[in-house]
């Protein structure tokens, strides 16, 4: 069953959509951002608010939504003079969810 499955899968994947999805695991290859994610899935918060509970600069905060955001795994909502930042979709989240269920055993 599961051979046939992935046949499914290498079927309906072209070669462009193997590059996203590559890039969209190297996303997940930085601390950082899987900290930036861990904080998001708790709930939206601005540059300034990650930075501080994350004890970066806000700079280095900003460069790593910048790719996050280009690689469409957060969005950002202007409030205001401000830019709240939250996870694109619950497909996010469950990534994260799944990998650290896969490293802890459970």
Excluded at 21 to 40: D, Q, S, V, Y
């Amino acid at each position: 069953m599961a051979e046939y499955q992935v046949g499914q899968i290498n079927e309906r994947l072209k070669e462009s959509d193997l590059y996203i999805l590559t890039e969209f695991f190297k996303m997940l290859g930085n601390p950082a951002r899987i900290r930036i994610l861990l904080l998001l899935m708790e709930q939206d918060a601005n540059v300034s608010d990650l930075a501080e509970q994350l004890g970066m600069t806000q700079s280095a905060v900003s460069h790593q939504l910048n790719l996050l955001k280009l690689n469409k795994l957060v969005r950002g909502c202007r409030v205001g003079k401000m830019v709240f930042y939250a996870l694109v979709d619950e497909h996010v989240q469950m990534v994260i969810e799944k990998g650290t269920e896969h490293i802890c055993g459970r």
